[in-house]
């Protein structure tokens, strides 16, 4: 009877001290945009008695040595943010990522080769009206494409040197909606009179990727000056094999270029 008691008690001891902690749920990130011109703020959205918020602005992983948050940051700069709420008596939760672009050199337009017609009415400054850098493609930020080639033309208010023009793509392969082929770059030359080929960025698709605002940094070959700058984008014909859209045509979506 002794035995079969003492069995007993470590038996529940052993369940009682091997139960896995709770991991906490992921802060939620309220911010009015991704993209801002002189700064911006992000709120974190947590509650749970016994737990902080931790967060980095340099792209780390946070951990419990990290900035404590208290209030409101404030942003003034290109600047990634991970979160994680953390607490003794929890897991740590998944980190949650946000990035925010500021504004470049000043934009007196930027044109756009029309797009699918359901996005046919996009107002005529959605490419840099500063909104957007969320994933939901239907949420007004985003125009979107689903036939071969897409073209925008950047004109700047004033001639500058050029060396990179950001755009932001959205990734959300469930929806069918990739990153292109290619972006092909160029300016335009006043003293030829003609566009310039200035650079060129492949993109590959052999694997999965998580749903996603990519904003990618085009690169020219050198730094130019100029007031006009175009660039043709080659969307991706076939979905790859591993996709269960394999071989149809996929979407495109953009909502925002920045120029620097």
């Not at 003609?194 to 650079?199: A, C, K, R, T």
Request: with cysteine.
């Amino acid at each position: 009877m002794k035995q079969l008691l003492l069995l007993s008690f470590l038996f529940i001891g052993f369940n009682s001290f091997a139960q896995e902690k709770f991991q906490l749920a992921p802060p939620m990130l309220k911010f009015k945009s991704a993209f801002f011109a002189g700064s911006t703020s992000l709120q974190v959205i947590f509650n749970q008695p016994g737990t902080e918020i931790r967060y980095t602005l340099n792209g780390n992983e946070p951990t419990e040595n990290d900035l404590l948050y208290t209030a409101p940051v404030i942003i003034t700069k290109r600047t990634i943010v991970k979160v994680k709420a953390i607490g003794k008596d929890f897991l740590p939760s998944e980190t949650v990522t946000a990035e925010f672009i500021k504004e470049g050199k000043a934009v007196k337009q930027i044109e756009f080769s029309t797009p699918n017609e359901f996005y046919a009415k996009a107002k005529k400054d959605i490419l840099y009206d500063n909104a957007g850098g969320f994933t939901n493609y239907s949420g007004g930020t985003w125009i979107g494409y689903d036939k071969d080639t897409a073209e925008v033309i950047i004109t700047l208010k004033k001639k500058e040197k050029v060396r990179t023009v950001l755009i932001n793509m959205l990734q959300d392969e469930g929806s069918w909606i990739f990153l292109p082929e290619s972006i092909t770059m160029f300016y335009f030359g006043e003293k030829t009179n003609s566009w310039l080929q200035v650079g060129q960025q492949t993109f590959e698709h052999d694997k999965p990727a998580p749903k996603k605002c990519n904003s990618y940094e085009l690169k020219f070959r050198k730094k130019v000056k100029t007031n006009k700058i175009r660039l043709v984008i080659s969307v991706l014909k076939k979905i790859p094999e591993w996709h269960p859209g394999k071989g149809k045509h996929a979407w495109f979506f953009i909502d925002e270029i920045k120029v620097y």
